[in-house]
Nanobody, 120 residues
Framework: QAQLVESGGGLVQAGGSLRLSCAAS????????MGWYRQAPGKQRDVVAL???????NYAESVKGRFTISRDNAKNTVYLQMNSLKAEDTAVYYC??????????????WGQGTQVTVSS
């Protein structure tokens, strides 16, 4: 079973920036898609950004032009650079990874979540 450990959340003023990181560890053979989701209080978990193992990325319309997803395959790590933050970006952010284990098993794994709070 892989572990995904997130870091970088916190409190920031509107217009500010934060960078989230998520490192995967365990009996990992490879990681396909990685991404970030977020869940605001009382709302469902929604995708923020996804990135393939080859580096192709997709973003939610609400964050296009402000957020950038990237990954370091050698470190099994995905990042989310968040600029021009708005109050509506406030949520718990979850890391996701589609993992191929050394055993050959394919399974999606989630991080524990990190709180991002943007004050207006």
């Amino acid at each position: 079973q892989a572990q995904l450990v997130e870091s970088g959340g916190g409190l920031v003023q509107a217009g500010g920036s934060l960078r989230l990181s998520c490192a995967a560890s365990g009996s990992i053979f490879a990681i396909n898609d990685m991404g970030w989701y977020r869940q605001a209080p009382g709302k469902q978990r929604d995708v923020v950004a996804l990135i393939s193992s080859g580096g192709s990325s997709n973003y939610a319309e609400s964050v296009k032009g402000r957020f950038t997803i990237s990954r370091d395959n050698a470190k099994n790590t995905v990042y989310l650079q968040m600029n021009s933050l708005k109050a509506e970006d406030t949520a718990v952010y979850y890391c996701y990874a589609a993992i191929v284990y050394n055993s050959g098993t394919h399974r999606g794994s989630w991080g524990q979540g990190t709180q991002v709070t943007v004050s207006s």
